[in-house]
């Protein structure tokens, strides 16, 4: 399933969440920059579909994962930087259990 949640109007970013809940990788969410010039944004990524609760995992671009809070609407609030003309990605996963 795929979620796109800012329309493109080539005045900021625009973006789109791809879902799985049943893999590993839960999210893939692609954010795309066409201005001039690079942008820093703090960015309300929906996890609802994804089937993650309370936390999540999250790599940008293949970065080591950080654990991220979950808000009561499963939305995880990111603060995203996006090179000029161009993209950037975030993976989301489960967080590790404690054995």
């Known amino acids: 399933m795929a979620i796109q949640w800012r329309r493109p109007d080539g005045r ?4 789109i969440l791809h879902v799985n809940p049943r893999g590993q990788e839960k999210g893939l969410a692609f954010f795309y920059n066409p201005l001039p010039e690079d942008i820093t944004r703090e960015i309300r990524v929906p996890l609802y579909y994804t089937g993650l609760f309370e936390t999540a995992r999250v790599s940008v671009e293949g970065a080591a994962p950080t654990t991220v809070p979950l808000d009561r609407s499963e939305t ?8 000029a ?15």
Not at 12 to 15: A, E
Not at 76 to 83: D, E, F, Q, W, Y
Not at 85 to 99: D, E, M, V
Request: glycine content about 4%; cysteine-free; overall charge positive.
């Open 85 to 99: 003309l161009k993209r950037t990605w975030l993976l989301s996963t489960a967080p590790a259990r404690a054995l």
């Open 12 to 15: 900021d970013w625009d973006g």
């Open 76 to 83: 995880a609030t990111l603060k995203v930087s996006i090179p």
